[in-house]
């Protein structure tokens, strides 16, 4: 009977959609992989792609996934009975309980394990494909695909099955078995967040850790790549006493899910028992008088339908928000988002000030893969909640339009979203209250995390549910869509990067205390008012593709769905079409018109052909620049800079120069014009903006020229990505790349990444010079020594900051600093924002004391004969910095008055903090120390 049994259940399994949307999903998952470069498990660097290490990796790793696809395999083959009445039947028969249970278990369990055999099916055949990169490849031995199949995958497949397969067997319910796989995934993220970071417990760690990863990572750490490319390690010790221990804890919980579950028809709980005499009871009280028999009347207003809708959504609001799964839910969600923002908001294990700024980028990555889950799974439950209890006839042939169902169910799944949101921002707070920290603001966790999440996740709502509406059955539509995580995952990968076409997807801006969002949120309503007319057209679809009465199929409601598009329903959707065709054709004039869209293989192309074309002059002799005169023009509110400037050249190699090479490294800044003392521009390529003097007289070692030039850098609309945040409207800080152009080739933006470079037909390494080549010495990653006069212009309510020494300054329409800087290393800039004086505290040698105003002092060095450049840099100079202490006591944009800091930056290694100590009365200069 046990072998029938399991025979039937593998029979059924297979020719389940779960079966084979499962099998499909990660067979993409697993060869893309392996054939795109984007995308790497296990290997890079030196370790092939299909090194018995990355074999091993990407099969530990994909058995963490795939425990959300095994548990829909093995906890629907004791509900399954029950949800369709067949359950009593099967249990009058002779067959035993281990029989039925351990029966169903296996034949669902070799189906998982067949299914889960794309992996290295996958593994196999992506490490064929004509075009990958060879040299990351190497021999395909089966003894390795051998070794993480069934030592390291299986174990985790068997355990993760009977864990969920018990948990399902004991409750018989769908809905406590998809939370405690979420419990489980939380919990296991948590532990492996907080104690991974404990040296001390990575022992423990690898015993105790279910997938099997801590225990390979550890046997594994300090091998080579050759090591990686060509063993597979010893199958005992550590790993396998993990693969014993988590097998017989998966037994364990076999023999636990028998014995909890009885093998007769599930009784009423107690709680349902008394909720459902509370019904009766209400129900009776509440029963108008008998009437005659009669025709039920006709609507004929519109009073009804919306009373119907307030009464659904009241309803949908009440199962949702009532069950003991929601608050569970809501729990783990807690949990999570404390543990990633306890843990995020750390330095090497140091806690860094809670500022919110600094705490939601790490607040919005927790509600990424969780809140969809949460959305996929109740898309699915309000979805079919009524067929599921075979109710769905009686509630079909009610006179209600199907968008009284639709949107209710829809605002329901929108609703614990959001619910997720709130949790999430209150939980941020509460960590920032605990560290101490009082800063908070209310409007910005509403206005910079609640609402823009908050409509990202309404749009992923509105697909889950058209999808369980398309979808024949609940199992398919939670398959559709992690295929379609998987579809978005990968486009973006392989560079379909635009916004317009990535579902949902609308950036966050960037933050800052100082410049706030910046301007920068502009791209991410816009695109919110696109998708939310693509979303508007998706509810109209699903309000007419509703499932009602004994039809199933989809082919007859397609069409029939123009003609139901006659009147309200279709002058909505065309409200939603030409909303999303206005909002997008605004959106694509800002990222492809005014602004170049370039996917990240378009740069890798653009770097790679750079390359070939001017590395040739890396070594060629350039002139150096001795002498730096800048204007700099800052307009703020328009993002927009104006810079003229002259270069004084000086020919410090040994040989004549005939050519001049100059370059322009940012996207951003458009250099006008460029003129260049007695040369003339030979060539001019637009694409890399790379030009090309040619002196009419060489250039003689010593010589000097005049090089002049204007520049413009304007930040015009709005771009895909990358935003610019070096020209803001508070707080400028623009380096000499940004501002001016700069003098011969180098290597500062070529590729890195040797399968990229070879991919390019680059050489796999640009290796540094030899010892002995002392021709790499004339050239640092600074630039050479130089003077400079910088004149800042900006709006009247900011400060302009520049290095060296103030001049001058002047106020009015405009703001303006002339600064004078001696000798330095080439590396000038300008900076702009509005400051003002906080009542701050710093910690100093003394005790605390108020900031009162910063001075950077250089000390006459005894040995100044004997020093070098950098050491007459800072002989006898005595410098102001026209600057402030920020709330946090640190300069925000400048540079860190850290201790450590200083130790290495002679500039400001002498920094001074004038301050008044408590009940002294005078000031004094004292040493700055860092903020307890």
Same mark, same amino acid.
């Given at each position: 009977?046990?072998?029938?049994?399991?025979?039937?259940?593998?029979?059924?399994?297979?020719?389940?959609?779960?079966?084979?949307?499962?099998?499909?999903?990660?067979?993409l998952?697993?060869?893309?992989?392996?054939?795109?470069?984007? %995308?790497?498990?296990?290997?890079?660097?030196?370790?092939?792609?299909?090194?018995?290490?990355?074999?091993?990796?990407?099969?530990?790793i994909?058995?963490?996934?795939?425990?959300?696809?095994?548990?829909?395999?093995?906890?629907?083959?004791?509900?399954?009975?029950?949800?369709?009445?067949?359950?009593?039947?099967?249990?009058?028969?002779r067959?035993?309980?281990?029989?039925?249970?351990?029966g169903?278990?296996?034949?669902?369990?070799?189906?998982?394990?067949?299914?889960?055999?794309?992996?290295?099916?996958?593994?196999?055949?992506?490490?064929?494909?004509?075009?990958?990169?060879?040299?990351?490849?190497? $021999?395909? =031995?089966?003894?390795?695909?051998?070794?993480?199949?069934?030592?390291?995958?299986?174990?985790?497949?068997?355990?993760?099955?009977?864990?969920?397969?018990?948990?399902?067997?004991a409750?018989?319910?769908?809905?406590?078995?998809?939370?405690?796989?979420?419990?489980?995934?939380?919990?296991?993220?948590?532990?492996?967040?907080?104690?991974?970071?404990?040296?001390e417990?990575?022992?423990?760690?690898?015993?105790?850790?279910?997938?099997? @990863?801590?225990a390979?990572s550890?046997?594994?750490?300090?091998?080579?790549?050759?090591?990686?490319?060509?063993?597979?390690?010893?199958?005992?010790?550590?790993?396998?006493?993990?693969?014993l221990?988590?097998?017989?804890?998966?037994?364990?919980?076999?023999?636990?899910?028998?014995?909890?579950?009885?093998?007769?028809?599930?009784g009423?709980?107690?709680?349902?028992?008394?909720?459902?005499k509370?019904?009766?009871?209400?129900?009776?009280?509440?029963?108008?008088?008998?009437?005659?028999?009669?025709?039920?009347?006709?609507?004929?207003?519109?009073?009804?339908?919306?009373?119907?809708?307030?009464?659904?959504?009241?309803?949908?609001?009440?199962?949702?928000?009532?069950?003991?799964?929601?608050?569970?839910?809501?729990?783990?969600?807690?949990l999570?988002?404390?543990?990633?923002?306890?843990?995020?908001?750390?330095?090497?294990?140091?806690?860094?000030?809670?500022?919110?700024?600094? &705490?939601?980028?790490?607040?919005?990555?927790?509600?990424?893969?969780?809140?969809?889950? &949460?959305?996929?799974?109740?898309?699915?439950?309000?979805?079919?909640?009524?067929?599921?209890?075979?109710?769905?006839?009686?509630?079909?042939?009610?006179?209600?339009?199907s968008?009284?169902?639709v949107?209710?169910?829809?605002?329901?799944?929108?609703?614990?979203?959001?619910?997720?949101?709130? %949790?999430?921002?209150?939980?941020?707070?509460?960590?920032?209250?605990?560290? /101490?920290?009082?800063?908070?603001?209310?409007?910005?966790?509403?206005?910079?995390?609640?609402?823009?999440?908050?409509?990202?996740?309404?749009?992923?709502?509105?697909?889950?549910?058209?999808?369980?509406?398309?979808?024949?059955?609940?199992?398919?539509?939670?398959?559709?869509?992690?295929?379609?995580?998987?579809?978005?995952?990968?486009?973006?990968?392989?560079?379909?990067?635009?916004?317009l076409?990535?579902?949902?997807?609308?950036?966050?801006?960037?933050?800052?205390?100082?410049?706030?969002?910046? /301007?920068?949120?502009?791209?991410?309503?816009?695109?919110?008012?696109?998708?939310?007319?693509?979303?508007?057209i998706?509810l109209?679809?699903?309000?007419?593709?509703?499932?009602?009465?004994?039809?199933?199929?989809?082919?007859?409601?397609?069409? =029939?769905?123009?003609?139901?598009?006659?009147?309200?329903?279709?002058?909505?959707?065309?409200?939603?079409?030409?909303?999303?065709?206005?909002?997008?054709?605004?959106?694509?004039?800002?990222?492809?018109?005014?602004?170049?869209?370039?996917?990240?293989?378009?740069?890798?192309?653009?770097?790679?052909?750079?390359?070939?074309?001017?590395?040739?002059?890396?070594?060629?002799?350039?002139?150096?620049?001795?002498?730096?005169?800048?204007?700099?023009?800052?307009?703020?509110?328009?993002?927009?800079?104006? %810079?003229?400037?002259?270069?004084?050249?000086?020919?410090?190699?040994?040989?004549?120069?005939?050519?001049?090479?100059?370059?322009?490294?940012?996207?951003?800044?458009?250099?006008?014009?460029?003129?260049?003392?007695?040369?003339?521009?030979?060539?001019?390529?637009?694409e890399?903006?790379?030009?090309?003097?040619?002196?009419?007289? $060489?250039?003689?070692?010593?010589?000097?020229?005049?090089?002049?030039?204007?520049?413009?850098?304007?930040?015009?609309?709005?771009?895909?990505?990358?935003?610019?945040?070096? @020209?803001?409207?508070?707080?400028?800080?623009?380096?000499?790349?940004?501002?001016? $152009?700069?003098?011969?080739?180098?290597?500062?933006?070529?590729?890195?990444?040797?399968?990229?470079?070879?991919?390019?037909?680059?050489?796999?390494?640009?290796?540094?010079?030899?010892?002995?080549?002392?021709?790499?010495?004339?050239?640092?990653?600074?630039?050479?020594?130089?003077?400079?006069?910088?004149?800042?212009?900006?709006?009247?309510?900011?400060?302009?900051?520049?290095?060296?020494?103030?001049?001058?300054?002047?106020?009015?329409?405009?703001a303006?600093l002339?600064?004078?800087?001696p000798?330095?290393?080439?590396?000038?800039?300008?900076?702009?924002?509005?400051?003002?004086?906080?009542?701050?505290?710093?910690?100093?040698?003394?005790?605390?004391?108020?900031?009162?105003?910063?001075?950077?002092?250089?000390?006459?060095?005894?040995?100044?004969?004997?020093?070098?450049?950098?050491?007459?840099?800072?002989?006898?100079?005595?410098?102001?910095?026209?600057?402030?202490?920020?709330?946090?006591?640190?300069?925000?944009?400048?540079?860190?008055?850290?201790?450590?800091?200083?130790?290495?930056?002679?500039?400001f290694?002498?920094?001074?903090?004038?301050?008044?100590?408590?009940?002294?009365?005078?000031?004094?200069?004292?040493?700055?120390?860092?903020?307890?």
């Open positions: 009977m046990f072998l029938q049994v399991a025979k039937f259940e593998f029979a059924y399994q297979r020719s389940s959609p779960v079966f084979w949307v499962t099998g499909i999903i990660f067979f998952l697993t060869f893309a992989g392996m054939t795109i470069d984007q %995308i790497q498990v296990g290997s890079g660097g030196n370790v092939h792609a299909n090194s018995p290490f990355a074999i091993s990796q990407q099969h530990l994909w058995t963490l996934f795939f425990m959300f696809a095994s548990t829909a395999f093995v906890a629907n083959v004791v509900v399954r009975d029950d949800e369709t009445r067949f359950g009593p039947i099967l249990r009058s028969t067959i035993t309980k281990f029989d039925y249970l351990m169903r278990f296996s034949g669902a369990l070799a189906a998982i394990v067949i299914v889960y055999a794309a992996v290295p099916l996958a593994i196999f055949l992506g490490s064929t494909m004509p075009w990958l990169d060879k040299e990351t490849l190497g $021999p395909n =031995r089966i003894g390795d695909y051998l070794y993480a199949f069934f030592l390291l995958a299986l174990p985790t497949i068997f355990t993760m099955s009977a864990i969920f397969f018990a948990l399902a067997t409750t018989r319910s769908m809905m406590w078995t998809y939370i405690g796989i979420v419990a489980f995934f939380i919990f296991n993220t948590v532990a492996s967040s907080i104690l991974g970071r404990r040296p417990l990575e022992t423990a760690i690898a015993y105790g850790e279910p997938f099997g @990863l801590g390979y550890l046997v594994t750490k300090y091998w080579t790549s050759a090591e990686r490319n060509s063993a597979n390690p010893d199958f005992a010790g550590v790993l396998l006493w993990n693969r221990l988590w097998i017989g804890i998966g037994i364990a919980f076999l023999a636990l899910g028998q014995k909890l579950y009885r093998f007769a028809e599930p009423m709980s107690a709680r349902r028992e008394r909720k459902q509370r019904q009766e009871a209400k129900a009776l009280a509440d029963a108008p008088p008998s009437a005659p028999a009669g025709a039920l009347p006709r609507p004929r207003s519109r009073l009804p339908v919306l009373a119907q809708l307030a009464i659904r959504t009241k309803f949908e609001m009440r199962q949702i928000f009532r069950s003991p799964a929601y608050v569970v839910l809501l729990l783990l969600a807690t999570l988002v404390f543990s990633n923002l306890w843990s995020g908001n750390e330095i090497y294990g140091t806690p860094s000030l809670p500022r919110t700024v600094a &705490i939601l980028p790490i607040l919005t990555g927790s509600f990424g893969l969780i809140s969809i889950i &949460i959305a996929i799974y109740y898309a699915g439950e309000v979805v079919w909640r009524e067929r599921d209890r075979k109710i769905h006839e009686i509630i079909d042939a009610t006179p209600m339009p968008w009284v169902y949107v209710p169910k829809t605002l329901g799944v929108v609703l614990v979203l959001l619910s997720t949101v709130a %949790i999430g921002a209150l939980v941020a707070i509460s960590l920032q209250l605990m560290r /101490g920290f009082t800063d908070i603001s209310i409007m910005q966790y509403l206005l910079w995390f609640v609402l823009p999440i908050g409509v990202n996740m309404t749009f992923v709502a509105v697909l889950a549910v058209l999808v369980q509406v398309l979808s024949p059955n609940k199992y398919a539509g939670w398959g559709i869509m992690v295929l379609y995580i998987v579809i978005d995952v990968v486009m973006e990968t392989i560079g379909f990067e635009h916004h076409y990535d579902y949902g997807s609308a950036p966050l801006a960037p933050l800052s205390d100082i410049n706030g969002s910046g /301007g920068f949120m502009a791209v991410g309503w816009w695109l919110r008012l696109y998708w939310a007319g693509v979303a508007l998706m109209v679809l699903g309000h007419l593709l509703w499932r009602r009465g004994t039809e199933q199929r989809l082919k007859p409601k397609l069409r =029939r769905l123009p003609k139901r598009l006659a009147g309200l329903p279709g002058a909505i959707a065309l409200g939603g079409f030409v909303t999303a065709t206005g909002a997008g054709a605004y959106i694509y004039h800002n990222t492809n018109v005014l602004n170049e869209y370039q996917t990240t293989n378009e740069r890798e192309q653009f770097q790679a052909a750079y390359e070939k074309k001017y590395l040739k002059y890396e070594k060629l002799p350039q002139p150096s620049v001795t002498d730096v005169q800048l204007k700099v023009d800052l307009f703020p509110q328009e993002t927009r800079a104006e %810079i003229a400037g002259r270069y004084r050249l000086q020919n410090l190699t040994q040989t004549p120069i005939s050519e001049v090479h100059i370059r322009n490294l940012d996207e951003t800044l458009k250099i006008k014009s460029v003129a260049l003392g007695g040369a003339r521009q030979a060539s001019y390529d637009e890399f903006k790379y030009r090309v003097f040619k002196l009419e007289r $060489p250039m003689m070692p010593g010589e000097t020229r005049g090089l002049d030039f204007r520049a413009q850098r304007w930040q015009r609309g709005f771009r895909n990505s990358g935003y610019d945040t070096r @020209l803001v409207r508070n707080g400028t800080f623009l380096a000499h790349q940004q501002l001016a $152009p700069v003098i011969g080739m180098d290597r500062s933006i070529l590729l890195q990444d040797r399968a990229k470079r070879r991919k390019y037909g680059l050489p796999a390494e640009l290796r540094t010079p030899k010892l002995e080549d002392l021709s790499a010495t004339n050239k640092n990653y600074i630039g050479s020594w130089t003077t400079a006069d910088i004149t800042v212009s900006t709006g009247a309510d900011q400060t302009p900051i520049a290095p060296g020494k103030k001049v001058s300054d002047e106020t009015g329409t405009a303006g002339l600064a004078s800087y000798t330095h290393q080439f590396s000038i800039s300008s900076r702009s924002s509005r400051r003002a004086m906080p009542n701050a505290t710093a910690s100093m040698r003394g005790g605390p004391c108020r900031l009162l105003s910063s001075d950077a002092r250089a000390k006459r060095r005894p040995d100044a004969e004997r020093a070098d450049r950098r050491a007459r840099l800072l002989s006898g100079e005595f410098r102001t910095l026209s600057i402030r202490p920020g709330p946090d006591h640190r300069v925000p944009g400048l540079f860190d008055l850290r201790p450590g800091f200083r130790q290495h930056d002679p500039l290694r002498d920094l001074r903090v004038r301050g008044r100590f408590p009940g002294s009365g005078e000031d004094r200069l004292c040493d700055l120390c860092h903020r307890p």
